[in-house]
């Protein structure tokens, strides 16, 4: 079953207000976006816009004020790990497991028997460049590494639908392109749809089928850049510089709107 229009998620006429020691604040305001199953979709907008808001709704984690998600066809009302799986910056690894360990975590909350999640963690390490490092401590890893056990962690769960807020930020650069060109290799491999929070364009071009927009708060989708170039794709093409600048511009904009 797919959501609402054929698509696997549907975000409708959705709205969120916190209420700080400040006073009210609005996060989001009438956002819709609908999300193909096999997509990879990315967020981009200026900080606080509410990316990380949205993410969590769709993760189960957040309610809206006004509006629905979707998932699937059915509305979205708490975490549901069978069916959604979230990756976030900070990898969250338990230093006190290894990193065949964190990555079974997943499967050891759904119960599944101890031989069958060890082979399931085991077969993805390789996929995730961790062969050797299966008894490793988060505190033997590097940052990527550590990212990629989260996110092996994500996978091992085999949900249809992963979001990602932001998982490469804290890497330096080198880190991150390398990062990016692992993961484009996974979800082209396990076409899983993927939602992709990133202040990156580098990212948002490189990887997505789609880049949405969203405004200064409160968040809206400002617009919606479909990306039909072959992988892997030049960043140096002509193509990909005017559609860089062209992101650019937009985000500037609102950025500069943020600022105010």
């Known amino acids: 079953m797919t959501a609402a229009g054929g698509a696997l998620i549907a975000i409708e ?15 989001l ?10 997509e990879f979709c990315t967020l981009i907008g200026p900080s606080g816009c509410g990316k990380s808001t949205l993410l969590g709704m769709l993760g189960g984690l957040v309610s809206p004020d006004r509006g629905r998600l979707l998932v699937a066809g059915g509305p979205v009302t708490g975490p549901d790990p069978r069916r959604v799986a979230t990756v976030f910056q900070d990898a969250g690894l338990f230093p006190w497991r290894t990193a065949l360990e964190n990555v079974e975590f997943g499967l050891e909350l759904q119960g599944v028997p101890a031989e069958r999640r060890r082979r399931r963690a085991g077969e993805l390490l390789g996929p995730l460049g961790l062969g050797g490092f299966a008894e490793r401590y988060p505190r033997e890893l590097s940052g990527g ?3 990629r056990v989260a996110i092996g962690r994500a996978l091992a769960i085999d949900a249809k639908i992963l979001l990602m807020d932001e998982p490469f930020g804290a890497l330096d650069e080198q880190t991150r392109v390398l990062m990016g060109e692992w993961l484009l290799d996974i979800w082209r491999r396990t076409r899983k749809t993927v939602i992709f929070v990133t202040h990156s364009l580098h990212e948002a071009l490189f990887l997505s089928t789609r880049v949405a927009v969203m405004t200064a708060r409160p968040g809206r989708i400002k617009s919606v850049l479909e990306l039909t170039m072959e992988y892997p794709r030049s960043m140096e093409s002509p193509e990909m510089v005017a559609l860089r600048a062209k992101l650019w511009s937009e985000m500037r904009e609102e950025s500069l709107r943020a600022m105010q």
């Open 29 to 38: 305001d009438n956002v819709s976006l609908s999300v193909a199953e096999g």
């Open 13 to 27: 006429s959705v709205a969120k207000r916190y209420v700080t020691s400040s006073g009210p604040v609005d996060a």
């Open 145 to 147: 590494m550590k990212q």
